[in-house]
């Protein structure tokens, strides 16, 4: 009889893991910390999108009704040498940033090394590297940058954020004068790079 109440139990943990990954839910999203050991980091939520007028330049995407739009409160683990994806933004008055930056309240021109990091790397992580700057390391260059804002990886679809979706969770936001300093051609809209704490 015991056997078969153990039986039951662990057939009814298979039917519920397999029901959360169905529905695209980890078990780290269900915890409070969203980042496992190991560093893996796991969608925490999704975001229904809303159609709006959103500024396309510099290749931004805009949300999409009905589109679900996935949410990170976590990144990858910060190292020497952190893989991220770079992308290009303007942190100037009515550029593609949307409002603000988030660190200091300003808008900043696009001929100042500044940049933007995905949430989790931004704040959630331990480390606030709010008006700190990092090292971009890409084609061959290396780049100072003083990181203003958040590329925010959980809200968006909102006028706050140029109605574009929240940012992937490994994301450092660049403006037009970091992409001319590592040698790259605005155009190309995403380049792979590694990034550290300075």
């Not at 169905?22 to 560093?39: F, L, N, R, W």
């Not at 900043?108 to 990091?117: E, G, R």
């Not at 290396?142 to 958040?150: C, I, N, T």
Request: proline share 5%; charged share 20%; with cysteine.
């Amino acid at each position: 009889m015991a056997n078969t109440k153990l039986l039951a139990v662990f057939a009814l943990l298979q039917v519920l893991s397999l029901h959360l990954h169905i529905h695209g839910v980890s078990a780290a999203s269900i915890t409070h910390k969203h980042q496992k050991p190991g560093g893996s980091c796991h969608i925490s939520g999704f975001l229904q999108g809303k159609t709006h007028k959103c500024n396309r330049d510099h290749g931004s995407e805009c949300c999409a009704a009905g589109h679900r739009y996935p949410q990170f409160k976590c990144s990858p683990p910060v190292s020497a040498k952190t893989p991220a994806t770079l992308t290009l933004n303007s942190f100037a008055a009515g550029g593609d940033g949307g409002g603000k930056s988030f660190c200091d309240n300003r808008f900043h021109p696009d001929s100042s090394k500044v940049a933007a990091l995905s949430t989790g790397w931004l704040r959630l992580d331990g480390t606030r590297r709010c008006n700190k700057m990092i090292r971009i390391n890409g084609n061959g260059r290396s780049v100072l940058a003083k990181v203003v804002d958040e590329c925010d990886s959980v809200n968006g679809c909102d006028a706050e954020h140029n109605f574009e979706p929240p940012c992937p969770n490994n994301v450092v936001d660049g403006s037009p004068a970091v992409w001319k300093a590592l040698g790259l051609k605005e155009s190309i809209g995403e380049f792979k790079v590694t990034w550290s704490d300075v």
